[in-house]
Every structure is written in C-alpha cells, then in structure tokens.
C-alpha cells in the first residue's frame, strides 16, 4: 500500500540540534554541579527532559529543566540548520499533497521557533509535542494523535526519526517506519531497532513515496 501520511521527529531529523542540545545538557549539568562524558551526555537526546532530569536529580528536575531551556532557547539560531535536502523534499511532498505532520518530544514554543529558524514553519498541517499527549514517544500516543489530526491511516502512515524512540513509537502504532543514517547516535545504532526504511539522505523519501 502506498504512503499517504508522514510524520517526522525534528530535532536530529529534519533540523540539526545535535551541538545545541549537547551545550544546553552541558551547561545545565555543569550549573547543577554534576559531571558527565560527552558520551554520557549523547544518551540524554530523545527521551523528555523531565525525565532525563528526574534520572539525574529528582530535588532539582524542575530547576535544571528551566535552566536547559533558558540555555536552549537563547542560543537556539546561532546553533540551528535544516539537514541537507530537507526543505526541498518537505515542499516536494506538500506539492504533491501527502499529509505532513511533526510528532516531537519538545514543547510547542520550542517546536516553533527551530521550524522558524530553518524556514519550515506552515509546512506541517499537524503538529503533536509533548504538551499534547499524556504519554511520549515511544508510547504510540504521540503518533496515533499525529495520524488522528491528519485523517491517516496506520497502513498508509510512515514515522521518520533519529532515535529509538521514533522508531519504537511508530511500531507501536501500527505504521511504517524509517532512520535517519545522520542520527547523532550513528546509523547502525538505529539499523538495531529495525526501522522499515533506512533513509542514508532525505531525498530517498522521493523514491519510497514514488515522487517524481
């Protein structure tokens, strides 16, 4: 069956926030008085920052969540660039009218302004982050709320992300899959999670969609 529906993890997957995460996490670590490698540190992309806090220091998670955010967002376009090819496939697939939606772990202000900083903004008729849902990736809820706001369908539906819990999410949904072989954690780490497509540069979206 063809794909009709795409829904797209953003950071890491269509714009590259790879060094300004790593920044925020090191300045908010650092602040707290906490140490950790750059390794260390890689493994806290993906999942929520709430969580990732609660993990490090349950008394201070609200505390360091402000304080990477405030380092985020004031650093936010000096550090952010769309992935080679994404714009043009974005508008591509628009042109075409497939269903286009982001389904993030981030806050909407956060979604917003690296959509803005890159030129994407109004290219998505859905946008699902994590104030929309009561569980995140990689429970289904997030994309099963992004195929709900597109009228998709799991068999005609397609989760394109860097990490696991893309991957993982779309799963468990029902829908097709794809990694990003410019995941931050490398390609073969993602290649472990078996997503259904392996995407090694935007543009193979084109072929998989059929888009001429």
């Known amino acids: 069956m063809s794909i009709h529906t795409i829904l797209f993890d953003l950071d890491g997957t269509l714009i590259d926030t790879n060094e300004l995460i790593m920044a ?4 908010t670590l650092s602040e707290f008085n906490h140490s950790f490698t750059r390794e260390q ?47 043009d496939t974005i508008l591509q697939l628009k042109e075409k009218n ?8 981030k806050m909407r202000a956060g979604v917003d302004m690296g959509l ?5 903004d109004g290219c998505f ?11 995140p990736k990689p429970h289904a809820e997030p ?4 195929m709900e706001l597109l009228g998709g369908d799991p068999a005609t ?11 993982e999410s779309g799963k468990n949904a029902g829908v097709k899959t794809a990694g990003v072989a410019w995941a931050h954690k490398g ?9 259904t497509y392996m995407l090694d540069d935007m543009r193979d979206l084109l072929k998989i969609t059929g888009v001429k």
């Open 24 to 27: 925020s996490f090191s300045h």
């Open 41 to 87: 540190i890689m493994e806290f992309n993906g999942p929520p920052l709430m969580d990732t806090f609660i993990n490090i220091d349950p008394t201070k998670a609200d505390q360091m969540v402000a304080a990477y955010r405030g380092h985020n967002h004031a650093n936010h376009d000096s550090y952010v660039t769309a992935f080679p090819h994404v714009k």
């Open 98 to 105: 497939f269903k286009l939606g982001i389904v993030s772990t």
């Open 116 to 120: 803005t900083a890159v030129g994407l």
């Open 125 to 135: 008729d859905a946008i699902v982050t994590y104030d929309d849902v009561n569980h």
């Open 143 to 146: 994309v099963l709320r992004g």
């Open 157 to 167: 539906t397609l989760m394109v992300g860097d990490n696991y819990h893309d991957i």
């Open 187 to 195: 390609k073969e780490r993602l290649l472990s999670y078996h997503p």
